[in-house]
């Protein structure tokens, strides 16, 4: 019985989920599940809605693009910076000099439309934190681990799918750094 559950769990979870973002789970061993919304929920706060849950509970996965840091490979360079890929809770902004200093870059900006899906393979709004067409450098915010349960994308703006925070960094090959903006 427990097989068919868990066979008809990945079944789902293969149909609902971006075809990359589904292999990543199987090579990766989880069996998570994966919910689809009829609306798009590419903001936080659409798929805290959708969902039923705190904005906070929501993992926004950002690329950002650095230079001039030591320890970034400069062959991944697209568009002159290098991809860096943040986890961040989706009630918190980041703080690019929090980031500019966690890398010791020069410089961290925000990467655009083209280069996001470049290095991931999934369009802004769908962004899952792992399962992505390059290896980046991943920077996950310790507010993360404030909650049981966070909820990422699977790949597309319409699905979602939840794990525990810590083994959500994991998985993403993140290191836990403070990089949110503080409230004045």
Do not use: N
Not at 36 to 45: E, K, L, Q
Not at 115 to 130: D, W
Not at 173 to 181: C, I, M, N, S
Request: glycine share 8%; net charge negative.
């Amino acid at each position: 019985m427990a097989r068919t559950a868990t066979a008809s769990v990945r079944a789902m979870t293969e149909s609902l989920a971006h075809p990359r973002f589904a292999a990543a789970l199987l090579e990766l061993g989880l069996d998570v599940e994966v919910r689809r919304f009829p609306d798009a929920t590419r903001t936080a706060a659409e798929a805290a809605a959708a969902i039923g849950c705190d904005v906070s509970e929501i993992v926004k996965s950002l690329i950002f693009a650095a230079w001039g840091s030591p320890l970034l490979e400069r062959s991944r360079e697209f568009g002159g910076g290098v991809p860096v890929l943040v986890l961040m809770d989706g009630s918190s902004r980041v703080d690019l000099e929090r980031v500019r200093a966690e890398l010791g870059a020069d410089k961290v900006t925000r990467a655009d439309a083209a280069v996001v899906r470049e290095t991931t393979g999934y369009a802004i709004g769908g962004v899952p934190p792992f399962g992505h067409r390059t290896t980046t450098r991943v920077l996950a915010d310790r507010g993360l681990l404030d909650h049981d349960v966070v909820w990422a994308a699977a790949g597309t703006p319409h699905t979602v799918f939840p794990m525990e925070p810590k083994t959500l960094v994991a998985h993403a090959g993140g290191t836990l750094v403070d990089v949110r903006e503080q409230s004045a």
